[in-house]
């Protein structure tokens, strides 16, 4: 299974941009393994559908501002880089969309002559670590994904 197995397109208008106070009244959306019928709830309900021995696994990891957008170097085509995991200064573990287009070896530049990278390995589960051409790559030169751009109210 590789990670751009799971890419998808989402509307915008569908992206939550602003946290839910009460967490538990975030929408769940259940699929009926029977009928391959969807249910729209909410995570309230969940304790509706886990029966004893199940496991339920907590996803809390946090999404840092590190959406990078720029082009392959050869071609001037479209690359996305989503930053994972901080290596070392000049070198991330990330996710790239398009995957197939950003193999090792391929260069691409974000701001030309001021950041510009290199793809050094293609990871088992399909992330890629990526060297920067330049001192560190987070701050100026990052945008925020499109998810929780607010604090809740």
Not at 124 to 137: A, K, L, Q, S, Y
């Amino acid at each position: 299974m590789k990670t751009e197995d799971f890419y998808y397109d989402l509307p915008e208008e569908l992206i939550a941009q602003v946290p839910i106070k009460d967490r538990t009244a975030s929408r769940l959306l259940v699929l009926d393994k029977k009928t391959g019928r969807t249910i729209d709830k909410h995570f309230y309900d969940i304790k509706d559908y886990l029966k004893k021995g199940d496991v339920l696994v907590i996803n809390n990891t946090r999404v840092i501002p590190a959406r990078l957008l720029g082009v392959r170097s050869d071609t001037q085509s479209p690359v996305e880089l989503l930053l994972l995991k901080r290596i070392d200064d000049n070198h991330w573990e990330t996710l790239a969309r398009p995957g197939k287009k950003v193999r090792e070896g391929r260069r691409m530049t974000f701001i030309p002559g001021e950041l510009e990278a290199e793809c050094e390995q293609v990871l088992e589960g399909g992330n890629r670590i990526i060297r920067f051409d330049f001192e560190g790559v987070q701050g100026r030169h990052g945008t925020a994904p499109p998810l929780h751009t607010r604090e809740a109210r």
